[in-house]
């Protein structure tokens, strides 16, 4: 027997009887959640930055449950702050006069527990680690002896380098950071709002659009925030690649130079190797032709050059072995030659030229998808 779903109809359209209106659901949960906030009312004093209790005491409402000694991240003005509760089941008519300006403490706003107090500042607080750099050593370490006149081999360095450490203190751990937990919390909310919305009218866009503006002005904080966690350590590790760049150049001349000076000997040797057996079979050639003539005698000597030994492509020594190997490589001469397999289309270029306005090319499909875009 078919089963026939009945329809019910509501402030936002008509709806499914068994399962419900969605937004009347979220719109329930959403009044009950403020009746919950209505009873669960706490009072915190407020931790500087020092680790110092406030001497007075701020009310909140709260999502979670809090007991008295946790610390929480609260919303403080135009910014949040950490607070220890100091009291919980605020009676509500303590801010009867005032419950409209009370802030709300969001959902998993409790932390770590830790300890209120003047905190040691020799070492790092939990947002932050020391790391250790090396801002220096000796250019002329002790054992290093200049090359004598007319050496052509580089001397040991009879000792190391003496480093000079020295420390930095830089931002990490922001899971633990306030303002990121603050953050997070805030996100949560969000994402359980946009997961329960349901837009059936143009009146729903209404706060659809208030919370995309909101949500694009969160990831940019949260983006600052990642910045400003990454760029010191980003600017740290450029200084010290650009100072080694100047200072791995002599080397990486020598590096080079002595290669290429390897690799020319062996070609050259190659080459000659190559010429003098060249010249062995014209010889030889010569010689057949002349014995031809002459009855099978050789009328004049052959002289055949003496060809050179083969020089091989590995070099070994008591310090090490260099050898070569192959490294193919190759030139377009003629791209109207090439197999289509081996032709792409610049897709940096063909997208530069579509978002312009050129919508039709051969053998390319162009399509519009739309996507929101924030102007406030």
Known sequence: MAITTSKGKCKHG??????????????????????????????????????????????????DRLSIGDIVIVPVRDTVGKAMVSWIDVPASEIEAFKDKVKTIPLDSKVKEEAVGVPNRSVPNETEAVIRVHSGACLAPTGYAPPSVGSTTAPPILATPIEIPTTALVK?????????????????????????????????????????????????????????????????????????????????????????KILAFQLKQKLIREEQEKINALRLEAAQKDAALHNGEISEPVNLVEVIPEVSRRVSTDIGTTGQKDRWTFEVIDFALLPDEYKMPDATKIGKVVRAGLHTIPGIKIWNEPILARTK
């Open 14 to 63: 008509e709806f499914d009887l068994l399962s419900g209106c969605s937004q009347c659901v979220s719109e329930r949960l959403a009044e009950q959640l403020r009746e919950k906030l209505k009873t669960n009312i706490v009072k915190v004093k407020y931790v500087s930055d020092s680790g110092e209790l406030s001497g007075r005491e701020y009310t909140y409402y709260s999502v």
């Open 172 to 260: 990490v751990n922001p899971e633990t950071d306030t303002q990121v937990l603050m953050f997070l919390a805030e996100s949560n909310r969000l994402r359980d709002f946009a997961e329960a919305r349901v837009i059936t009218t143009v009146e729903d866009l209404q706060p659809a659009n208030d919370d995309y503006i909101i949500i694009g002005k969160l990831k940019k904080a949260m983006e600052d925030k990642r910045k400003e966690y990454v760029k010191p350590l980003q600017d740290h590790v450029k200084s010290i690649n650009d100072a080694f760049k100047t200072l791995m150049e002599p080397i990486e001349v020598a590096d080079r130079i002595t290669g290429e």
